[in-house]
Structure formats: C-alpha cells, structure tokens
C-alpha cells in the first residue's frame, strides 16, 4: 500500500502565482487533512474533509481553497501565493476508529 | 486557546536511559483520543502511539508508553532505553469526538546523546 501520496514534494512560487497541491490516499479513508508546518509552530490545519463532498475551514484557512474530489483525493489549493505562506505542507487522513492519522511525505513549498 | 502544550522545546537524553516528553491538554469533551508523533529531521510524520480517553490501560508500543493522567489532562510520552536514531522532534495531538480536527502542539526536540 503507497498509504497517503503528496505531490510534488518541492516547489518555487513567485508571488501571485497559483498552484495545485495534490493528495490521494488509498487506505478508502473518510477523513482527510491539510495542514502547514512552520519552524515553532507545530502543525495547523488548513482544512479539513470529513467524508467525500465536504469541507469544512480550520484554524488557518485564509489564502487557501480545498477540493474533495472523491474519496481518495484531496488538494489544496493557491490561488494566489504570498510569502507568508512559504512552509511545509502535509496532507493526513484517519482511520475510521479514530485510532491514527496517516500523514503524506509533505510538500515544501517556498514563495519568493 | 491552546488545546495541546508541549512546555519542553527541547530535551537531551543519554542513549541507553529512559525519557519522559511532557503533553497537557485542554477539552470538556469526555471522549477523546492522543497521539504521540515522531518526525525525523527527513521530515515525515511517523505515528507512534495512541491512547482513547475511556481506556482504562496506559497505551504502550514497545519502548514507547503513555503515561495517561485523566484527572491531570495529562498524556506524556516515555521512550524506555533511549537510542540514536530516537534524536527527532516528537508532536502530541489530540481529537476530541465532538471535532474532526486533530490539534497538534508546538512539539519538542529530543536529541539522544552517546
């Protein structure tokens, strides 16, 4: 099993550009997680979809959009980067037990 | 409000000794679950350990142990005879049932010493 797959796994933006990070998890999860990693501050969730067909916003939403496509993919989406959002992304879904999240290899995204 | 603290930003261990990484929580939701984390310097997240609020047992997972004090909040992380590779940042979670989320702290940095 591949588990949660991230793509790409390193990226350059220029300000106001946009892009799409990519994530597909094959464990037929529910639940699927974004969030940003910066130096200090743990990891926040970006978004969240509880099933497939919904989203719901987390702590640091702003600047992003999200897309359940189906059940086994997730991404995330910039529509316009920013430096403040220079991190490392990972993407997560959970066990249906609740009992584990499984996390992507994670994309470090830096906007210059 | 904080929902997880992780009050040591960084611990030192002498490999072979046994560590305790501190993790208190803040909920009103009587059913839960904590997770223990560990990410190497290569980055990944690698799921150690996970404890239930209604389990009666302290979760272990060979030299990994949660010590679970409800009544405390608290949920630290033993890791018994400590090796090298063991050197990596450790993050505490926490789902609460009512919530989708899972809340992370901020994490602590152990480094295992010869």
């Known amino acids: 099993n591949a588990g949660v797959t991230q793509t790409p796994k390193f990226q350059v933006l220029k300000t106001g550009q946009s892009m799409t990070l990519q994530c597909a998890q094959d464990m037929n999860h529910n639940s699927m997680y974004w969030y940003r990693q910066d130096p200090g501050m743990g990891l926040r969730l970006i978004y969240y979809?509880?099933?497939?067909?919904?989203?719901d916003k987390g702590e640091v939403p702003n600047g992003y959009n999200v897309s359940r496509l189906n059940k086994r993919e997730f991404s995330l989406r910039l529509e316009s980067a920013a430096p403040s959002q220079t991190s490392v992304y990972f993407c997560a879904s959970r066990t249906p037990e609740n009992t584990e999240a499984f996390f992507g290899q994670g994309t470090r995204l830096t906007v210059v | 409000a904080q929902k997880i603290t992780q009050t040591q930003p960084g611990m030192f261990v002498q490999e072979k000794e046994a560590v305790t990484l501190d993790c208190t929580y803040d909920?009103?939701?009587?059913?839960?679950?904590l997770f223990w984390y560990k990410q190497p310097s290569s980055g990944e997240m690698i799921f150690l350990i996970y404890?239930?609020?209604?389990?009666?047992q302290n979760a272990t997972e060979g030299r990994y142990s949660l010590n679970f004090q409800k009544a405390r909040k608290s949920a630290n992380l033993v890791i018994s005879a400590s090796q090298l590779g063991d050197s990596a940042m450790y993050f505490c979670?926490?789902?609460?049932?009512?919530?989708?989320?899972?809340?992370f702290g901020k994490g602590t940095s152990l480094l295992v010493t010869p």
């Open positions: 909920t009103s939701d009587p059913s839960y679950g």
């Open positions: 404890q239930g609020s209604y389990d009666q």
């Open positions: 979670a926490m789902r609460e049932a009512s919530g989708y989320a899972l809340n």
């Open positions: 979809s509880a099933s497939e067909g919904t989203t």
